[in-house]
């Protein structure tokens, strides 16, 4: 079955720790995109990639990074230097010329 | 002013009340416009697309305002099942591409 697969669903961290989120999709899209959601803030964009090997900052990517080596994947790391990554990670993807987004089933982020 | 701005609610509305959430869009030059579902903890799926001249699936009905810029989502005989938050979705050209704008959705709760 084609879709998004994040990983892992649930993960704690540690201050002063780096973290990486795991997204890869099967459906051939070729923008993918990366959300952050707390509660009573809706989505906001850390990044996204239009195509292999290049992405773009969303609104909040200070403290983020990311890379997309391949169609398929387009890892993301919660840095140390993000101040408050405790929330719920979404990834999305979308096909080129397609408005619809899809969304993997998210990862949620406790840091202790 | 936010991009795409949504009452928050909670809506509480009775099984089989018809109940219609609005949301307004800044960019007077998005193209394209979404209802998403959100079941608590879940990830984000289509619901419907708008289209210009509406649109009905079964017992919703989707509008677009473009002179007042605004969409709007009708549920008609509300069913428990129906409860969840609604995100508005808004897709407008920026200049990094086109760019998906999250509303921070409209939450329902169906009762008996």
């Known amino acids: 079955d084609g879709g998004i697969t994040q990983s892992p669903k649930y993960l704690f961290r540690k201050e002063g720790q780096n973290v990486t989120l795991s997204c890869e999709q099967n459906?051939?899209?070729?923008?993918m995109y990366w959300y952050r959601q707390d509660p009573g803030q809706g989505l906001r964009l850390i990044y996204y990639?239009?195509?292999?090997?290049?992405?773009q900052k969303g609104d909040i990517a200070e403290g983020y990074s990311v890379s997309r080596e391949k169609k398929e994947s387009f890892p993301l790391t919660v840095t140390s230097a993000q101040k408050n990554p405790t929330a719920f990670y979404l990834c999305?993807?979308?096909?080129?010329?397609?408005?619809?987004?899809?969304f993997g089933e998210g990862s949620w982020l406790t840091v202790v | 002013r936010k991009e795409v701005e949504q009452d928050p609610g909670p809506f509480n509305v009775p099984e089989g009340a018809t109940v219609a959430f609005n949301c307004t869009y800044s960019n007077s030059a998005s193209q394209s416009f979404f209802w998403y579902r959100q079941d608590c903890r879940k990830e984000p799926k289509l619901l419907m697309s708008v289209y210009s001249s509406g649109n009905e699936d079964g017992r919703f009905t989707a509008q677009l305002n473009r002179a007042s810029q605004y969409i709007s989502l009708l549920i008609r005989d509300s069913k428990l099942s129906d409860s969840a938050t609604y995100l508005c979705v808004v897709n407008g050209i920026t200049g990094g591409g086109n760019k998906l704008t999250f509303g921070t959705g409209t939450q329902l709760k169906v009762e008996l």
């Open positions: 990639s239009q195509i292999v090997n290049d992405f």
């Open positions: 999305a993807s979308r096909d080129r010329g397609g408005n619809t987004i899809y």
């Open positions: 459906l051939n899209h070729d923008a």
